[in-house]
């Protein structure tokens, strides 16, 4: 079984700055993309920024320039700092992890898994 652990959200001030954290515990052979989605309240689910299995990095629109994402395949890990965060940057964060089971035999024999989410609230 698989689990994806989230740390780091919380309450700030606009301009402020959190880092949030998920790791990935279990049995299984790889994890190939690992990202970070949103959904604020009454909104629909986005993303916010993903490591590719290519280290290539995404970003959402709404974060270029303040969210820097990055990844410690040897922790399992993806971390997502968030700079000069403003109140629509509110929402609850969840880690996704595409994770390949002992067996798999080829690029597309994964699972999308998710974190149970973490609140993020930016408010003067």
């Known amino acids: 079984q698989v689990q994806l652990v989230e740390s780091g959200g919380g309450s700030v001030q606009p301009g402020e700055s959190l880092t949030l954290s998920c790791v990935a515990g279990g049995n299984f052979l790889n994890i190939g993309q690992m990202g970070w989605y949103r959904q604020g309240s009454g909104k629909q689910l986005e993303l916010v920024a993903a490591?590719?299995?290519?280290?290539?990095?995404l970003y959402g629109d709404a974060v270029k320039g303040r969210f820097t994402v990055s990844r410690d395949k040897t922790k399992n890990s993806i971390y997502l700092q968030m700079n000069s965060l403003k109140p629509e940057d509110t929402a609850v964060y969840y880690c996704?992890?595409?994770?390949?089971?002992?067996?798999?035999?080829?690029?597309?024999?994964?699972?999308?898994?998710w974190g149970q989410g973490t609140q993020v609230t930016v408010s003067s």
């Open positions: 996704s992890a595409n994770v390949f089971p002992w067996g798999a035999s080829d690029s597309t024999s994964f699972t999308t898994h």
């Open positions: 490591v590719l299995p290519s280290d290539e990095l």
